[in-house]
């Protein structure tokens, strides 16, 4: 299995602030790549995944991009963050033909 | 779109007692099916799975049913324990898409 570090836990920004959340992985090479928000009362929104260093499939028009520099690091960053950027946020890995996702412990962002 | 559908938001159920927690789909070309567990402020972490090829997954106190010419999945619990209250998302996948589509959710809580 995966284990997913996700940092920060916590996050209180203001709105136009630019933003970087980063996720590393453990016990896998070459995993797909996963960002997910889950808004208060919803379920899980997928944002972007990655199958590889540099490939990044957006899934939602919004004010965030995703970047994979290495194998193994995965980040979401915002320009200017929106009150509308506020929420849960999720990183997970997966293995290369589908499966199991494994999730990091999330970050919750306030955006003030 | 919702082509995952948890459709009832909360459940209490006595502790000792099943617990069934439901999900629907509407994409015919999903073939892989997850439970995820999720407590407040953590991701969520994995509990069972179901190819298309089955109709039934069993891990301890876990079973999966998958009707798929109803396009429905459960999950049931038995005995449920006070431990397992938390948010169940059922996940739906197409192999070689390297994505989930996630429910809502449902709460569940069990009484003691």
């Known amino acids: 299995s995966q284990t997913i570090h996700q940092w920060p836990a916590t996050l209180v920004q203001p709105v136009g602030s630019p933003l970087s959340l980063e996720c590393t992985v453990e016990g896998t090479s070459n995993p797909n790549l996963y960002w997910y928000r889950q808004a208060a009362g919803r379920g899980l929104q997928l944002l972007f995944y990655?199958?590889?260093?540099?490939?990044i499939s957006s899934e939602v028009p919004q004010n965030l991009s995703a970047s994979r520099p290495q194998d193994r690091q995965f980040i979401l960053s915002s320009k200017k963050l929106l009150l509308s950027d506020s929420g849960f946020y999720l990183c997970a890995g997966g293995g290369r033909g589908g499966g199991i996702q494994y999730f990091g412990a999330g970050t919750r962002l306030s955006v003030l | 779109d919702q082509q995952v559908k948890q459709n009832s938001p909360s459940l209490s159920v006595q502790e000792g007692r099943i617990s069934i927690l439901n999900c629907d789909y509407t994409n015919s070309m999903f073939d892989y099916f997850l439970w995820y567990k999720k407590y407040p402020a953590e991701g969520p972490t994995f509990l069972i799975s179901?190819?298309?090829?089955?109709d039934k997954n069993e891990d301890g106190r876990f079973t999966v049913f998958l009707n798929k010419s109803a396009k429905h999945l459960s999950l049931h619990i038995v005995p449920s324990q006070p431990g397992d209250s938390a948010v169940y998302f059922c996940a739906a996948s197409r192999r070689g898409t390297y994505k989930y589509i996630f429910g809502t959710g449902t709460r569940l809580k069990v009484l003691a």
């Open positions: 990655s199958v590889g260093i540099g490939q």
């Open positions: 179901i190819s298309s090829i089955k």
